[in-house]
């Protein structure tokens, strides 16, 4: 008998004690990002698939979970699929990331809501110079890679993220 999917509820609590003792780049706990990120999906109309993914998609890359605990989580395979395209590879150049991410279905709203999130300007304010501009630099540059430099509105972007279009 197949289990059944775990709920949204416990996928962020698996993702919140993954990522229990990780802090982000301004000292602050990882956990408030992925709630960010998780937040930015659902207001850009994402689906529950995509909210899971946004609380997972830095699981893998950060070692917070293994690759064997996706493969074999209770999720369904588009939220596994998303959180591999969202998990960057070591050495791997900017350009494979991204068309991988604008290849899956659903991804690029949780890649949208990230780099939202990435570059808040609040968040990046505590940050110092050299980094804050390097990391500005760093997101705009991913944001161009997947088209996110246009005017559409969430429900457009969400929409051709979900039927893999770009």
């Given at each position: 008998?197949?289990?059944?999917?775990?709920t949204?509820?416990?996928?962020?609590?698996?993702?919140?004690?993954?990522?229990?003792?990780?802090?982000?780049?301004?000292?602050?706990p990882?956990a408030?990002?992925?709630?960010?990120?998780?937040?930015?999906?659902?207001?850009?109309?994402g689906s529950?698939?995509q909210?899971?993914?946004?609380?997972?998609?830095?699981a893998?890359?950060?070692?917070?979970?293994?690759?064997?605990?996706?493969?074999?989580?209770?999720?369904?395979?588009?939220v596994?699929d998303?959180?591999?395209?969202?998990?960057?590879?070591?050495?791997?150049?900017?350009?494979?990331?991204?068309a991988?991410?604008?290849?899956?279905?659903?991804?690029?709203l949780?890649?949208?809501?990230?780099?939202?999130?990435?570059?808040?300007?609040?968040?990046?304010?505590v940050?110092?110079?050299?980094?804050?501009?390097?990391?500005?630099?760093?997101?705009?540059?991913?944001?161009?890679?997947?088209?996110?430099?246009?005017?559409?509105?969430?429900?457009?972007?969400?929409?051709?993220?979900?039927?893999?279009?770009?």
């Amino acid at each position: 008998m197949t289990e059944p999917d775990l709920t949204l509820a416990e996928v962020e609590a698996i993702a919140r004690e993954a990522h229990a003792t990780q802090t982000d780049k301004a000292g602050r706990p990882y956990a408030e990002h992925l709630a960010a990120v998780a937040e930015g999906v659902r207001v850009r109309g994402g689906s529950d698939a995509q909210t899971a993914a946004a609380w997972l998609h830095d699981a893998i890359e950060d070692d917070a979970l293994s690759p064997e605990w996706l493969a074999d989580a209770a999720l369904p395979p588009e939220v596994k699929d998303m959180v591999l395209a969202l998990t960057k590879r070591p050495g791997e150049e900017l350009s494979s990331y991204t068309a991988r991410i604008l290849g899956t279905p659903g991804a690029l709203l949780v890649k949208e809501a990230d780099l939202a999130h990435n570059a808040d300007p609040a968040r990046l304010a505590v940050l110092d110079a050299a980094t804050r501009t390097r990391l500005a630099a760093k997101y705009a540059q991913v944001r161009g890679l997947l088209g996110l430099t246009g005017t559409a509105s969430p429900g457009d972007r969400k929409d051709s993220a979900n039927h893999g279009t770009h």
